[in-house]
């Protein structure tokens, strides 16, 4: 059996990849494995494709959830065709003045999950199939009023990159989609302590289908990084060129703007 694996499906580009993915696929594969925590959420989107789904709902912050998934892998044994860790989520603020198991929640989910999911699935993953972690622009540099999230997205960058070159004898490509901000639910997430520190980058903000659809024709291509949109893609070539230091003293100064 053929099947495509996507965490986080029941929103945002979790979900908008599964329905892209479900146009492109006509033919080669069986199913798609559908994982967030919201089960009537991928109920209705199941309801929507033209591929069977199979809808593993369950809390990726939960080391339980693991084994749960585990299990079926174990026991159906499919061919992973591909891939999509879309599942994470950002709260915005001063570390000093956030929720502490809400920033650790951002590790848990943004972190742990992604690697583990990975490493349980690549065993399943046979020659030429495609990895896509949905990672950020903020893994580019440091960023203040948003110090753990973009930690965590550095993370995922960082660990995509390196797995990338370590499977290249597989032939199996691992792309980092690295968008700007996005118009998706998670902005709500983010502010929700009342925070402010999105109003200079919402000047930015990208539609989550077209965000999507770089991602995929990236990873088509075998691209190892997606950044969509020419104002993060100068983001990013700043972000190599510029010290880190004066990079920070400029996010200050725009910090003080809002």
């Not at 146009?23 to 089960?39: C, M, N, P, S």
């Not at 950044?227 to 983001?235: R, T």
């Amino acid at each position: 059996m053929n099947i495509i694996i996507v965490t986080g499906a029941s929103s945002g580009m979790g979900r908008e990849t599964v329905r892209q993915l479900d146009k492109i696929y006509t033919t080669g594969i069986d199913e798609f494995w559908l994982i967030a925590r919201r089960r009537e959420r991928l109920e209705e989107l199941a309801a929507t494709l033209d591929h069977k789904a199979h809808i593993i709902d369950c809390d990726l912050s939960e080391e339980a959830s693991f084994e749960k998934i585990k299990l079926e892998l174990e026991m159906i044994k499919p061919d992973v065709k591909m891939l999509v860790n879309a599942s994470g989520y950002g709260i915005t603020g001063d570390f000093t003045e956030s929720d502490l198991n809400k920033q650790l929640g951002m590790i848990k989910v943004n972190c742990f999950a992604l690697t583990y999911m990975t490493g349980i699935v690549l065993p399943y993953m046979p020659n030429g199939a495609r990895i896509i972690q949905y990672a950020s622009s903020a893994a580019f540099l440091p960023q203040i009023g948003f110090s753990v999230y973009a930690a965590t997205k550095a993370y995922v960058l960082s660990f995509s990159e390196s797995l990338n070159s370590e499977l290249k004898d597989r032939k199996i490509t691992v792309t980092s989609v690295c968008p700007g901000p996005v118009d998706t639910e998670f902005f709500g997430i983010a502010e929700e302590n009342g925070s402010s520190d999105f109003a200079f980058k919402k000047f930015f903000m990208a539609e989550e289908d077209k965000v999507v659809k770089q991602a995929l024709l990236d990873s088509y291509h075998r691209k190892p990084v997606s950044v969509y949109s020419l104002p993060m893609k100068a983001f990013r070539y700043l972000s190599m060129q510029v010290p880190e230091e004066i990079m920070l003293k400029a996010m200050e100064k725009i910090k003080e703007w809002d």
